[in-house]
């Protein structure tokens, strides 16, 4: 019966599907939601089926980095900017709508523009073969012919976090009274 009803379409489509429609319903509810806490939440679903989508492709050092940068780093980093924000109560409209109209018709266009450029293409396909993990290959990659890159970055991001460290240190103050004679 369900053989008859699905054809042979293949469950990594189907799986494919539910990751594409997660995505863009959390993508929506970014968008959309009135309320910027739900806009965060819903950004947890767009970056977990993104998570996904990396998954399902094979991409499993994306889908790793994806999980940890993104989900693990920076949507943490909002949810708590948000929490913590003074009067995040009275913040009714976090995404106001102005012209609507214009908004739609651009959107209209894109819309068929993609669509016209994705049915007028013709889809090259084959068979995936067998998973192999990218991870040595990056890792090759980062301590091979891109070491000098890959250092780089490094100090580079180095010499950022020391410079977040200096902007965000307090000065810190003496709190024992000076003696008139003493050195100061």
Known sequence: MLESLLGHVPLSFHIFMLFATV????AAGVAFAKNIV????????AFAGMVGLFG?????FLAVVQLMVY???ILVLILFAVMLTNKIKDAKRSNP?????????????MTFILIAAVSGHDWAT?????FKSQIEDIGAG??????????????VLLVALVAAVVVARKEVKDDEPQTPGSAQ
């Open 56 to 60: 399902l492709l094979s991409a499993d």
């Open 126 to 130: 084959r068979d995936p073969g067998p």
């Open 38 to 45: 739900y806009s965060a939440f819903s950004l947890l679903a």
């Open 142 to 155: 980062f301590l091979g012919p891109y070491l000098i890159n890959f250092e780089i970055a490094g100090l």
């Open 23 to 26: 995505t863009v319903a959390g």
């Open 71 to 73: 989900v693990g780093g």
């Open 97 to 109: 709508s102005n012209n609507r109209i214009i908004g739609m018709t651009i959107t209209a266009a």
